[in-house]
């Protein structure tokens, strides 16, 4: 008797523009082959922009600076960043441009809706390995979109249909804006309940002598902290 392998669906959020993003899709995937005796893994990768006001198209360790500093980024994050692509065996550049990944974000799910997870998951795979490993612009330009339609070929995808899509900028758009507001004010809701329930250990703090001046200070701090633990993504979309 076979042994019937459970389901899982997983939905995972990211923008092509996000590093870490991508290396935690390498990872999900390597968990999931982990597991493949006991389980099946059904990925959904949903689009949600870093920036929702990001230029069309700029310089992007320029860019990656001023969200980050220059210091904190060449100092911190980018060795961190160059660490964790060496692990996977990739090689990370900053060479290239930085830009609106909106289009990106409706080939995607155009992907998923006509073709499937499976063909979406191979696009945006391409798509991340050409921005952050091939330092190919894949925003919303002319050429931007050449890189991307070549990306779509390469994952198996029919290049007329992307190409269709990408000209049409009506395709697409309204599912891709809403999935990025809900997905906004969903981690919204949670960075303030995380926030409230750390400002309600404060009038507990005062009662045992902290004092009403170190509570509201301890109150700040705590704001600091729970927001110093987001990642960079929701970070950004929360500001």
Not at 122 to 135: I, N, T
Not at 175 to 204: K, T, V
Request: glycine share 8%; aromatic share 8%; net charge neutral.
């Amino acid at each position: 008797m076979v042994e019937q392998r459970a389901r899982i669906a997983i939905e995972v959020l990211g923008d092509i523009s996000c590093p870490w993003c991508y290396i935690a899709k390498l990872r999900f995937l390597r968990a999931a082959a982990l597991l493949a005796d006991s389980a099946v893994f059904e990925f959904t990768w949903i689009p949600v922009p870093w920036d929702r006001e990001a230029p069309v198209e700029v310089d992007k360790q320029q860019y990656y600076e001023s969200k980050m500093g220059a210091g904190k980024f060449r100092r911190q994050v980018l060795p961190k960043t160059i660490m964790l692509f060496e692990e996977e065996g990739l090689t990370y550049t900053l060479d290239g441009s930085m830009g609106c990944m909106l289009d990106c974000h409706r080939l995607l799910m155009w992907a998923n809706h006509k073709y499937g997870s499976s063909k979406q998951g191979a696009l945006l795979e391409k798509l991340y390995h050409a921005f952050h490993c091939e330092a190919k612009f894949v925003g919303s330009t002319p050429v931007g979109h050449a890189n991307v339609v070549r990306a779509a070929v390469a994952a198996g995808l029919p290049g007329d249909e992307a190409q269709a899509v990408l000209a049409d900028a009506g395709a697409y758009r309204a599912q891709a804006q809403q999935q990025a507001q809900q997905q906004a004010q969903q981690q919204a809701q949670q960075q303030a309940q995380q926030q409230q329930a750390q400002l309600d250990e404060g009038p507990l703090q005062a009662a045992s002598g902290a004092g009403g001046k170190q509570g509201r200070s301890e109150q700040q701090s705590a704001k600091e902290r729970v927001r110093s633990l987001l990642p960079p993504l929701l970070r950004r979309i929360l500001t």
